[in-house]
T-cell receptor, first 115, second 115 residues
Framework: AQSVTQLDSQVPVFEEAPVELRCNYS??????LFWYVQYPNQGLQLLLK??????LVESINGFEAEFNKSQTSFHLRKPSVHISDTAEYFC?????????????FGKGTKLSVKP | DTEVTQTPKHLVMGMTNKKSLKCEQH?????MYWYKQKAKKPPELMFV???????INESVPSRFSPECPNSSLLNLHLHALQPEDSALYLC??????????????FGPGTRLTVT
């Protein structure tokens, strides 16, 4: 079975500071990795995903995540955050070749960006 | 159109009421999902429909009854709910039920309060 650990439940940062949201996963098989963002009172939106190939993946709004197989991690980073990045961030995994319901979420990290 | 819509946005119902939540997507996706999300928690999978057939039921109580009338619509019928069923109900869809590499697209959710 797969599991996802998001090490920080809350991350407060000041605007324009860098941020890293940590995600570790556990799986005995190969997985796909996702970061979803949930803004207040909204549904989840895909931020980025790792399927294969280059271990560094980027989103259109400046976030990036790096897949590290040896450390079973998929940390999310942004060099300079904005107030508008305040949201809940969920790391998720799905098993390669698994069933369509098999998307396992971490508990989430609340990013609070202060002016 | 990459949107999943959900109605109503908010719903307050008594424990003896019968109500329905509606979800719609026009992306041609053949997998559709219902999730339940409590405050400050990740989404919990309830049901998965694959090609309009129920493929996964995560041991959800029978007071929740899903229905997929066609490939674009997903309903969740509610009857005799309990106050602990109050939550955000999220609908999602993905392109191919057989491929876990495809991301799920989430609707904005229905905020349900059971009184």
């Amino acid at each position: 079975a797969q599991s996802v650990t998001q090490l920080d439940s809350q991350v407060p940062v000041f605007e324009e500071a860098p941020v890293e949201l940590r995600c570790n996963y556990s799986s005995s098989v190969s997985v796909y990795l996702f970061w979803y963002v949930q803004y207040p009172n909204q549904g989840l939106q895909l931020l980025l995903k790792y399927l294969s190939g280059s271990t560094l993946v980027e989103s259109i709004n400046g976030f990036e995540a790096e897949f590290n197989k040896s450390q079973t991690s998929f940390h999310l980073r942004k060099p300079s955050v904005h107030i508008s990045d305040t949201a809940e961030y969920f790391c998720a995994v799905s098993k390669r070749g698994g069933s369509q319901g098999n998307l396992i979420f971490g508990k989430g990290t609340k990013l609070s960006v202060k002016p | 159109d990459t949107e999943v819509t959900q109605t109503p946005k908010h719903l307050v119902m008594g424990m003896t009421n019968k109500k329905s939540l509606k979800c719609e997507q026009h992306m041609g996706h053949r997998a559709m999902y219902w999730y339940k999300q409590k405050a400050k928690k990740p989404p919990e999978l309830m049901f998965v429909y694959s090609y309009e057939k129920l493929s996964i039921n995560e041991s959800v109580p029978s007071r929740f009854s899903p229905e997929c009338p066609n490939s674009s619509l997903l309903n969740l019928h509610l009857h005799a709910l309990q106050p602990e069923d109050s939550a955000l109900y999220l609908c999602a869809s993905s392109q191919d039920p057989g491929r876990t590499s495809y991301e799920q697209y989430f609707g904005p959710g229905t905020r349900l309060t059971v009184t």
